[in-house]
């Protein structure tokens, strides 16, 4: 039987200011990257959100940032290595507590924003997020982009890594996204984006936007929760996928839960 992880950011709302519905997501998602409170969530977030999240059974991800609320890590920075696997080791523990605190762990580690796009060209900012994982646990599996610098060093270090696609994200017909600036980088068709998902899973291929065929490869496809419309574009790729006999479940599983 075909089968596929599909991950969602959560965890990203701040005091009074509330962004998605983590509850909703949490019911159609496998995985859930949630935020360790550098480009988005404060404490009490995350602690609810890592709740939640053991309560459906999915599993929890540190989703690492760069250090910039005001940008929403969205945002280019040109970190001093050292500094930035401090940062992200910071964020590992702070999550790492509030998920054992709600009775499950972290499984797993994928960049956010800026940071995911720079980790995946940049060396040396690829080379400090690996060196933060490892002095974290080393058990821990990566997810990232398909070819990207941030994995490769990942697999030479010894760690688990784990491909990732996009359900409403436009692709050129290199296999890249397009920016989010560009026209049509976001698709906001519900049973558009599940069509495609079930092609990406079944097929490994998606429709760029030249209308050419790009192969993709992917243990996981990310449904951002943030976007308009993300709980029923959520609900419609879930639904797709079980009716056609694809199993959802998470690539790295939380305490208890096995893969298959």
């Not at 001093?80 to 940062?87: M, Q, S």
């Not at 507590?97 to 720079?118: I, W």
């Not at 030479?156 to 359900?167: I, K, N, Q, S, V």
């Not at 760029?208 to 243990?219: F, H, K, S, W």
């Amino acid at each position: 039987m075909p089968r596929v992880d599909l991950n969602a950011d959560l965890g990203e709302s701040f005091g009074v200011w509330r962004l998605g519905d983590d509850a909703a997501m949490l019911a159609l998602v496998s995985s859930a990257n949630v935020a360790c409170g550098f480009h988005a969530g404060d404490p009490l977030t995350l602690r609810r959100t890592c709740e939640l999240a053991a309560e459906h059974g999915v599993a929890v991800g540190a989703q690492v940032s760069y250090r910039d609320l005001a940008g929403f890590g969205r945002r280019f920075l040109d970190a001093d290595p050292d500094e930035l696997a401090a940062d992200v080791l910071y964020q590992l523990g702070a999550l790492r507590a509030m998920a054992r605190a709600a009775g499950t762990d972290v499984t797993y580690v994928k960049p956010h924003g800026a940071l995911y796009h720079a980790v995946a060209e940049h060396p040396a900012q690829a080379a400090a997020l690996v060196e933060a994982v490892l002095a974290h646990d080393a058990g821990l599996a990566v997810l990232g982009a398909p070819g990207s610098r941030w994995l490769a060093l990942a697999a030479e270090a010894g760690l688990r890594t784990c491909t990732e696609a996009f359900a409403d994200r436009s692709y050129t017909p290199e296999g890249r996204l397009v920016p989010r600036g560009q026209p049509g980088a976001l698709l906001e068709d519900a049973e558009q984006v599940a069509a495609r998902v079930l092609r990406l899973v079944t097929e490994g291929v998606v429709e760029a936007v030249d209308g050419t065929e790009v192969a993709v490869r992917a243990d996981s496809v990310c449904l951002h929760g943030d976007t308009p419309g993300a709980v029923a574009m959520g609900r419609a790729v879930r639904a797709r996928l079980e009716i056609a006999g694809v199993s959802v479940v998470p690539f790295a599983p939380p305490p208890g839960r096995s893969a298959s």
